[in-house]
């Protein structure tokens, strides 16, 4: 593993606001690295085989990606497992996703990614990984976290070439990216404040600074694949209640709602027949 040192210049995210990078810039790591910021800040870069690799290859390959609006409108396709948060218009009560339930060997198989994730956490960032999994332990019931990491939540991005764009709502600072891609070019991610950019070749994983670095990813070329494997748990998550109290919420707002809706229904229905008498009365 090669080590290197990165100066930081902080820039506004103003500067490239609805923008993808054009291409990679400064220095452009393709192998095994360590790097260090002048203000301490590490980011890590490792180009996988073997085990862990090869279960991303299989989510990729085995799982039905739907599609997704994103933030600035951006179109994407993917998968997600484990907790969501409450939607009070769409579902308003924490749940395990659509695809936890319906792809129970995916799900399983993300599990064990989230573990190795972690694992490489602790390996190379004993201190963070160390806190970020007592925040997640305190802020969210333990009841959803299965596999005891401070990742909750994981998504399987296909072929999406994200803006450039700070990470927001999330736990932790550090953000962690793992690559599947075959048949594509482009998608390097790309640190203009660092003058740094990642190769993204297939089987590369990377670990850094989500919510200080800026950073976005090169337009990508082919009909070939690239997904991108996250792991994260959402601030949102720290109002979920524990698993069998969410659900005896969810009976209790559905019945509410459905009260009330029965009330709205049964009231109609009075004021028309009140409007029919009147018309009778009338003739």
């Given at each position: ?6 100066t930081?210049d902080?820039q506004?995210?103003e ?21 260090e ?8 870069y490792l180009i996988l085989k073997g085990?862990?690799?090869q279960l ?8 039905k990606?739907?599609?997704n609006?994103r933030t600035m ?6 998968s997600i ?7 009070p ?7 395990f996703s659509q695809?936890?339930?319906t792809e129970?060997g ?8 989230n573990?190795m994730?972690?694992?490489?956490y ?7 990984a160390?806190?970020s ?8 019931d333990?009841?959803?976290n ?9 998504n399987?991005n296909?072929?999406?070439a994200i803006?450039?764009h ?5 736990f932790d ?7 599947v891609k075959?048949?594509?070019e482009?998608?390097?991610l790309?640190f ?5 950019t990642?190769s993204?070749?297939?089987g590369?994983?990377?670990i850094?600074n989500g ?8 337009p990508?070329?082919?009909?070939g ?6 792991f994260?748990?959402?601030?949102q998550c720290r109002?979920?209640l524990g698993r069998?109290a969410?659900?005896?919420r969810?009976k ?6 459905n009260?009330?809706k029965f009330s709205?229904?049964t009231k109609?229905?009075l004021?028309?027949?009140?409007e029919?008498?009147a018309?009778?009365?009338r003739?």
């Open positions: 593993m090669i080590k290197l040192r990165a930081y902080p506004s995210l500067l490239y606001k609805n923008s993808n990078p054009e291409r990679p810039i400064g220095t452009l790591i393709d192998e095994d690295a360590l790097i910021t002048n203000e301490g800040d590490k980011i890590l085990p862990m690799l991303a290859e299989q989510v990729c390959r085995e799982t990606a739907i599609d609006n409108g951006a179109r994407t396709r993917s497992f484990g907790l969501l948060p409450r939607n218009i769409r579902h308003n009560y924490c749940r695809h936890s339930h129970r995916n799900f399983h198989r993300m599990l064990e990614l573990k994730v972690f694992n490489l602790k390996e190379h960032f004993p201190t963070e160390t806190q999994l007592v925040n997640t332990l305190e802020a969210v333990r009841s959803w299965i596999v005891k990491t401070p990742f909750l939540t994981m399987v296909f072929n999406h803006r450039y700070r990470d927001a709502g999330n600072a550090y953000s962690n990216v793992l690559v075959k048949g594509m482009g998608g390097e790309v203009p404040e660092l003058n740094l990642l993204q070749r297939h590369a994983f990377a850094f919510k200080k670095f800026i950073h976005g990813c090169t990508l070329i082919g009909n694949i690239r997904g991108s494997l996250v994260y748990s959402m601030d109002n979920c069998q969410e659900h005896e969810y209790q707002v559905e019945s509410a709602r009260r009330s709205t229904e109609d229905l004021k028309r027949a009140v029919q008498e018309k009778r009365g003739k």
